[in-house]
Every structure is written in structure tokens, then in C-alpha cells.
């Protein structure tokens, strides 16, 4: 199957949401999903306390996505209760992302010699692979893009493009990848975990605007 995108608009997920003004301006933007790190070693982190607070304010029809590096179970399934879509950001396994009442995606770090057609294959129980950027010992967030060339034209799942992108690339990124969406944290954050009103809007004008321009 070919699927790197799917036909329609590139959809946008805002990541690392930790403040209500954020998820107010981020929806106001026109996000398709708002991301909510809860993995504790990320300066992004919401404990579930304030995922509950957060999400909570979440209008019908934007997804809730949790993210998550390698957590337990018992986290998992107690977070699920506020999320609609849950994000595998860390080394697990397909059996254990499928081990959840929720649908699932898995970031996959864009490692020197990581096949992608066989982690399409692997995961094949995800509803889409979201692709990151490498750096060693940080699973996430860094900011940094990778070698989009590297992504094949043909893959069996969605994908989801991350990894330092900002209005200033994801033009680019979208017209050579076609990814079905973009994620971004950093590159609309006026520091970790705070976004910049403006930065979201210009993303979001940046991506449909080059959706349109491709017809
Ligand atoms: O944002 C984090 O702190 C984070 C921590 C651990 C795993 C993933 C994390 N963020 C995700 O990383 C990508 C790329 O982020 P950026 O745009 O390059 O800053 C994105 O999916 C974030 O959700």
C-alpha cells in the first residue's frame, strides 16, 4: 500500500503543551491534535493532573494526544481516561503499544540503518509512524531535522513528520516528504513547554498555504 500521505490537507498536531493559554491558542490556530508530554525527564512535562486540567479543555473534534517514553502500563491506562490517541516515543514493542483500549501511534527516531518498511511492517497495528529525529540518549524534542530523503516515497502507514520543524521549513518538508501530518514543540516556543501565539499561527499558515498552492 502507498501511503506516506493520504490525499486532503496536511493535518497539524501542536506537541508539549503545558499551559491553558497554549492549548487556547494552539486550537485557535487550527490544530488537528494537541500533544501532552508525560514523560517526567522532558521539560515539557504535564503530570496527570494537569493532563486532566488540560484536556479538559480540549473542544470536540481536536484529538488529544498522549506522549509517552517507555512508561508503565498502570501510567498508560490511567492517562488514557483524557486522551483520545496515544504516542509511543520510546523502545516499545508492537505488543505492547497494542495493549491499550486507545488507538496508537510510534514515533521511530531516524537512526542510521533504520528500515522503514520493516518497522512499517512491524507496527502494523499503529495508525500512523510519526519520524523524529536521531540524537543518541534523547528520545525526543531536540529540535533538530533529519534527512528527509530517507523517508521512502511508499510505506504501509501514514506518516506523521517531525523533528525541528518550523514555518520556515515545513513548506519544504511538506512539498518533498507529503507526510499525511506535521508535528512541532520547539519550533513554536518561545521557551520549553511555552508556545508563542504567533509562531503557531504562522505554522499553521505556512502548511495551508502550501496545501493550497499544490492544489
Ligand atoms: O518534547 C519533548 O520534550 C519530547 C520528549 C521526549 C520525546 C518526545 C518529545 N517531543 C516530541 O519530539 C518531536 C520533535 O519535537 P521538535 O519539534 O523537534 O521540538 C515532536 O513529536 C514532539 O512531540
Same mark, same amino acid.
Given at each position: 500500500?502507498?501511503?506516506?500521505?493520504? @490525499?486532503?490537507? #496536511?493535518?497539524?498536531?501542536?506537541?508539549?503543551?503545558?499551559?491553558?493559554?497554549?492549548?487556547?491558542? @494552539?486550537?485557535?490556530?487550527?490544530? /488537528?491534535?494537541?500533544?501532552?508530554?508525560?514523560?517526567?525527564?522532558?521539560?515539557?512535562?504535564?503530570?496527570?493532573?494537569?493532563?486532566?486540567?488540560? #484536556?479538559?479543555?480540549?473542544?470536540?473534534?481536536?484529538?488529544?494526544?498522549? +506522549?509517552?517514553?517507555?512508561?508503565?502500563?498502570?501510567?498508560?491506562?490511567?492517562?488514557?481516561?483524557?486522551? /483520545?490517541?496515544?504516542?509511543?516515543?520510546?523502545?516499545?514493542?508492537? *505488543?505492547?503499544?497494542?495493549?491499550?483500549?486507545?488507538?496508537?501511534?510510534?514515533?521511530?527516531?531516524?537512526?542510521? !540503518? +533504520?528500515?522503514?518498511?520493516?518497522?512499517?511492517?512491524?507496527?502494523? !497495528?499503529?495508525?500512523?509512524?510519526?519520524?523524529?529525529?536521531?540524537?543518541?540518549?534523547?528520545?525526543?524534542?531536540?529540535? &533538530?531535522?533529519?534527512?528527509?530523503?530517507?523517508?521512502?516515497?511508499?510505506?504501509?502507514?501514514?506518516? %506523521?513528520?517531525?523533528?525541528?520543524? #518550523?514555518?520556515?521549513?515545513? @513548506?519544504?518538508? %511538506?512539498?518533498?516528504?507529503?507526510?499525511?501530518?506535521? /508535528?512541532?514543540?520547539?519550533?513554536? &516556543?518561545?521557551?520549553?513547554?511555552?508556545?508563542?501565539?504567533?509562531?503557531?499561527?504562522?505554522? *499553521?499558515?505556512?502548511?495551508?498555504?502550501? /496545501?493550497?498552492?499544490?492544489?
Amino acid at each position: 500500500m502507498t501511503m506516506t500521505g493520504t @490525499a486532503g490537507r #496536511t493535518r497539524i498536531k501542536f506537541c508539549g503543551l503545558t499551559r491553558e493559554r497554549d492549548v487556547d491558542d @494552539a486550537v485557535a490556530a487550527g490544530a /488537528d491534535a494537541l500533544g501532552f508530554v508525560l514523560w517526567p525527564g522532558s521539560r515539557r512535562y504535564v503530570d496527570e493532573d494537569r493532563l486532566a486540567v488540560l #484536556t479538559a479543555q480540549v473542544p470536540a473534534f481536536v484529538t488529544r494526544v498522549g +506522549l509517552f517514553v517507555d512508561a508503565s502500563p498502570e501510567l498508560v491506562l490511567r492517562a488514557s481516561r483524557h486522551l /483520545d490517541l496515544l504516542q509511543f516515543h520510546g523502545d516499545e514493542t508492537p *505488543a505492547y503499544c497494542a495493549g491499550f483500549e486507545r488507538p496508537w501511534i510510534k514515533a521511530l527516531r531516524m537512526r542510521d !540503518g +533504520l528500515d522503514l518498511s520493516a518497522a512499517a511492517d512491524a507496527y502494523d !497495528g499503529a495508525q500512523a509512524l510519526l519520524l523524529d529525529a536521531y540524537r543518541p540518549g534523547v528520545p525526543g524534542g531536540t529540535g &533538530e531535522t533529519f534527512d528527509w530523503s530517507r523517508i521512502p516515497a511508499s510505506l504501509a502507514k501514514p506518516v %506523521i513528520l517531525a523533528g525541528g520543524l #518550523t514555518a520556515d521549513n515545513v @513548506a519544504d518538508a %511538506i512539498v518533498r516528504v507529503r507526510p499525511f501530518a506535521v /508535528d512541532v514543540s520547539g519550533g513554536v &516556543e518561545i521557551a520549553p513547554g511555552h508556545k508563542d501565539p504567533q509562531r503557531l499561527v504562522a505554522f *499553521a499558515h505556512a502548511v495551508n498555504a502550501t /496545501d493550497r498552492s499544490r492544489g
